[in-house]
Structures are given as C-alpha cells and as structure tokens.
C-alpha cells in the first residue's frame, strides 16, 4: 500500500526524516538527533522501549522528502535557512552493561556540546535523561529542567536500583548544575510514594499536572522557567493522552494534547534557550496502527524546528 513517504519522493528511513548522517568524530550542524535502546533497565523489564527510535524513524520516513516544505504549526520550513541538523545513529547499548551504557550517552552529548550544537536523543525508556543531563554538564552553565511527564520519577530506588527509569527527577536533583525542575502532566496512579511529592516539594520543584492544564491552561508552567534560563526539555510520551499516543507501558486517561504539548515548548522557547530535549518511554509493541510513532515523529520535528529557529 503507498503512504505518504512514497508519495513525496522519500527515500528510506535511515535516519530521523532523511536528515544527513553524521559521524561522532566530524559533527558540524547545529541540532545533532541520535538514539539510544536504553540506559540502565529494570531487570523485570530490560530495554522494552528498544526499538523506539527504529519505529520513529519509519514513522518519519513520510516527513524525509518534505521537510523543506512550509510546517503549518511553525509558519514555516521546519529548518529554517542556514540551520543543520544532523542524525548520528543509535548508540550501541547493552542491557547487561548499564555503565558503559551510561557512560556513551554521557560521551555523546558531551561531544555535541563540544561542536556547539544542541543534543536530541530518542530513546529508549525515561533511564536515558540521568546521562544525558550528566553530560549537559560541560556547558557549564545551570540548567532549568522541564519535565513532560504522567509520572515525576523521584523514587530514590526501585528493587535496589537508583538510576533506573523512576528516578531520574531525583538524581537531576542531586546534579550540582541543575538549578530548578518544572514537573507538567503528573495525573493518576503511578510509582510515586506520598514522601518522594513531599521531597520533591521540599526541594524546589513546581507541579503542574495534568488537571490543571486541562481546566487552566499552561501559563503556570511557562512563568515558572525563568527568563534566559538554559533549559532541558523532557518529554516522556506517555503525557500525552492515551487516546492519541497508545505506545507507552502505562496508559492513563486524561494525558495532554498534541497542541498543548507543542504550546508548552513554544512558551518555554519565547522565555528561555532550549540546550537540549530528549524524547523517551517510546514502547513500540503497544501502538496501534502506527498511531503513537506518527505522533511522537510530528511531534521531534516541530520541536526540531523551535530548536532550529533559535539556532537562527
């Protein structure tokens, strides 16, 4: 059956929507994506979002040949002229080796920054942020946190294991160079204990759950990053409501909408510098028709093209 990559001219799904591939020894672009199976997993589940950045990228394959096409929600192409974005390919994990995992995330980024241009990593499950903002710590500068998220992950454990997937916002916290955590779409049930909101509370973050965008809005969240802060967005994809993004290991009604995540991004964007974004909890064995990666692609390119518009 012919889709809509075919339609236009797109090649293959190689890399996210045909951008050029890069090599980690030659970056020279300005946004670099690259992906990653997983960080430091859980042993009852391992790297159960490993092929998200795989389906991502197919996904995209119908945006490859029309991604210097006008992007309605941007008002323009989604690489505006004179940015680059380049892909540089998944990085190698191994779930039985979770430091070294760990430690070429790290190295990416660091890498990234190093040829000044802004990281982007597709994951892969909520462990890849703990490295990914370890590695932010060579721009030398305090960075703000936005987390996108139905869950706040501060559990300072799960079955012996602190840098798991539950407990990023916590080890974020620890980070001499994180200076304030914004925490958007929190709802329903999940792993958190009554104590780990209480010292979440305690250290500074503000929460803006998903109740509260529905019934006011967003300009709580936006007003609570500070003005020319650096800022790390987030996002893991199970914010968004179930209805329209079905890949995520626990679905809960009552998630965010494509156009207020984008919203939410686009404030930040007019407030503050994005100095990177991460994309993670991708579970390609729970979508349905495809639905969840066409949106988790529509959504990485119109957030590539904020960051791009910065860039410029």
Known sequence: MANLGEMFGASSAATFFDLPEAGWTALD????????????????????????????????????AAFAHHHFDLGGPVLPPGVRAVDAGDLDQDPADPAANRGRIRAATEAILAAHAVPILVGGDDSLPIPLLQGLAALGRPLTILQIDAHIDWRD???????????????????????????????????????????ALAWGVTFVPAREVATTGLARAIAAIPEGADVVLCLDVDALDPGIMPAVIGR????????????????????ARIAAFD????????????????????????????????RG
């Open 279 to 310: 994309m993670v909890e991708f579970m390609p064995e729970r979508d349905i028709d495809g639905q969840g990666a066409l949106l988790a692609a529509q959504l990485l390119a119109g957030v590539t093209g904020i960051i791009a518009r910065q």
């Open 29 to 64: 672009a300005d946004i670099v994506l690259f992906g990653a199976a997983g960080a430091t997993p859980y042993p009852s589940v391992g790297f159960y979002c490993a092929g998200g950045p795989q389906a991502i990228r197919a996904a995209g394959l119908a945006y490859g």
């Open 157 to 199: 454990e799960v079955g012996g294991e602190a840098l798991g997937l539950s407990s990023t916002m916590r080890r974020a916290s620890e980070m001499a160079h994180v200076a304030g955590i914004v925490q958007v779409g929190q709802r329903g049930l999940g792993s958190a204990r009554p104590g780990d909101v209480v010292d």
């Open 252 to 271: 809960t009604a009552g998630g965010l909408t494509y156009w207020q995540v984008m919203e939410l991004i686009e404030g930040v964007a007019a407030r």
